[in-house]
T-cell receptor, first 113, second 112 residues
């Protein structure tokens, strides 16, 4: 049972444009959400997070939006840069258990010149 | 400040053998989590240790076991290796339970 889903395995965006990566979840106990970026031969790098008490969190070029009623979150990258090319993982946790992260299967973003 | 380090980076074992993977937490972090990432999948939670005690376990059989030491470094042990255990094993540390988890580069295990 895939509790966190990233339905787009890949996305290609031109440099300077907006990248939008999507994530859906099914477990209503999830109340904390994170995005990680992964380059080949490296571990996932924390990018940005959002608590369920908020619907938006911004950090520079990265913004995460959370729609609790739709159980959907998205990561916006504006403007996209070639160095953003990586695999992006959405992850969720239930802070009551304070332990595991449940990850999606990832979206490979390619930013082209 | 050093990040999370894992050793070895690559490992080849045969079916039925046992393996130990090691992880050094980021400085000041008392919580360590282990994940298994199969090809084309997202990381799957194996277990977490907080101050040397297991604090949560995922859907993995008992042949996956772990330890956390007083310096908060950690080991993942896998007994009776199976072909499906071939994966990238990731360790993540956090300042405390529930805090953001920071990952190492992983150990790539191949079981032949």
């Amino acid at each position: 049972d895939q509790q966190v889903k990233q339905n787009s395995p890949s996305l290609s965006v031109q440099e300077g444009r907006i990248s939008i990566l999507n994530c859906d979840y099914t477990n209503s106990m999830f109340d904390y959400f994170l995005w990680y970026k992964k380059y080949p031969a490296e571990g996932p790098t924390f990018l940005i997070s959002i608590s369920s008490i908020k619907d938006k969190n911004e950090d520079g070029r990265f913004t995460v939006f959370l729609n609790k009623s739709a159980k959907h979150l998205s990561l916006h990258i504006v403007p996209s840069q070639p160095g953003d090319s990586a695999v992006y993982f959405c992850a969720a946790s239930d802070t009551g258990t304070a332990s595991k992260l449940t990850f999606g299967t990832g979206t490979r973003l390619q930013v082209t010149l | 400040e050093t990040g999370v380090t894992q050793s070895p980076t690559h490992l080849i074992k045969t079916r039925g053998q046992q393996v130990t993977l090691r992880c050094s937490s980021q400085s000041g972090h008392n919580t360590v989590s282990w994940y298994q990432q199969a090809l084309g999948q997202g990381p799957q939670f194996i277990f977490q240790y907080y101050r040397e005690e297991e604090n949560g376990r995922g859907n993995f059989p008992p042949r996956f076991s772990g330890l956390q030491f007083p310096n908060y470094s950690s080991e993942l042990n896998v007994n009776a290796l199976e072909l499906d255990d071939s994966a990238l094993y990731l360790c993540a540390s956090s300042l405390a339970k529930g805090d953001i988890q920071y990952f190492g580069a992983g150990t790539r295990l191949s079981v032949l």
